[in-house]
Nanobody
Framework: QVQLVESGGGLVQPGGSLRLSCGAS????????MGWFRQAPGKEREFVVS????????HYSDPVKGRFTISRDNAKNAMYLLMNTLKPEDTAVYYC?????????????????WGQGIQVTVSS
């Protein structure tokens, strides 16, 4: 099993950048595909991006393509999300997620482990 902890959130102005980190405790980290989801107040949980176990496949949702970059460092049991050109509509609680298996997934129900979530607020 895996425990996930997010860090790096906060308040930024529109057009700014943030880097989110997700630290994992567990063995054989590369066996887990990872993803980021977000949920804004009054809205359903939304897929953001996913990455395969070895990092060679990445899939971004349309709203963040070209602005967000996902990466992972399996030696450090860590995953990162660099968010550039942030917009107010990016404001949400961001969740780190992991699923057993190396295949990426865009559906939240296919993930097995979740972090507690971290707030990202984009406002002037």
């Amino acid at each position: 099993q895996v425990q996930l902890v997010e860090s790096g959130g906060g308040l930024v102005q529109p057009g700014g950048s943030l880097r989110l980190s997700c630290g994992a405790s567990g063995r054989t980290f590369s066996n887990y595909a990872m993803g980021w989801f977000r949920q804004a107040p009054g809205k359903e949980r939304e897929f953001v991006v996913s990455i395969s176990g070895n990092g060679d496949i990445k899939h971004y949702s349309d709203p963040v393509k070209g602005r967000f970059t996902i990466s992972r460092d399996n030696a450090k049991n860590a995953m990162y999300l660099l968010m550039n050109t942030l917009k107010p509509e990016d404001t949400a609680v961001y969740y780190c997620a992991a699923r057993v298996g190396q295949w990426i997934a865009t559906t939240a129900t296919l993930y097995d482990y979740w972090g507690q979530g971290i707030q990202v607020t984009v406002s002037s």
